[in-house]
């Protein structure tokens, strides 16, 4: 079976094509925009244009408009293909490539909105010991974290707690590591993962507080 594993949650658009669990081709770019005018010809790029069996694709939290624009995709060419669309959380594909240099749980510390960061921890094999939360640095630092963190905000967690710049690990999410998801947390729902509640109140929530 084929499988094509989409990641456009944050700055990296990444796009890896399986066939079973061996890689056959990927690209991984960093753009900080423009996945939208990307992400289909890096797809088309793949052999046999990417046509597969399956789709992975990023619910974030992340970018929103990145994840909409992964989801949206994946859903226009899993009806093109008659291909299952399945999602994941980002944070745990995070986990599954810090994971694949060390069998220990992990803290992925990833950026968020408005000065926030996305944080969860994970057990070995990139299983969610809990749901990640939005938390500003500040409260990051009393929530803690495991001996190891991972992510594109790693360093800066790091140094808040004081840890041994050997067991922080920068990183951005890549599709090519979506083969080692484990089976349970893929999601036939493609809702999105916001992980921090809607900035805007409604007016008449508003007006009763």
Known sequence: MR???????????????????????????????????????????????????????????????????????????????DAEVLGYPTLALVAAIAQSELEEPVTVCMNGGHGEWFVADFAPGSKPLEPTISLSPQKALTRGARSYIAGNRAEEFGELLGRDPACLKTLLPRARFAHAL????????????????????????????
């Open 3 to 81: 499988t094509l594993a989409i990641e456009t949650a944050t700055e990296a658009c990444s796009v890896a094509l399986f066939d079973g669990d061996d890689l056959v081709a990927e690209d991984h770019k960093v753009l900080g925009r423009g996945h939208a005018e990307r992400l289909v010809p890096m797809i088309a790029a793949l052999p046999d244009k990417g046509r597969c069996d399956r789709i992975l694709v990023s619910l974030g939290p992340g970018s929103f408009t990145g994840v909409r624009i992964g989801v949206a995709t994946a859903r226009a060419l899993g009806f093109a293909w």
């Open 182 to 209: 484990p089976s349970d947390i893929l999601r036939t729902s493609l809702t999105p993962i916001y992980g921090r509640g809607p900035d805007a109140v409604p007016q008449a929530e508003s007006l009763a507080q």
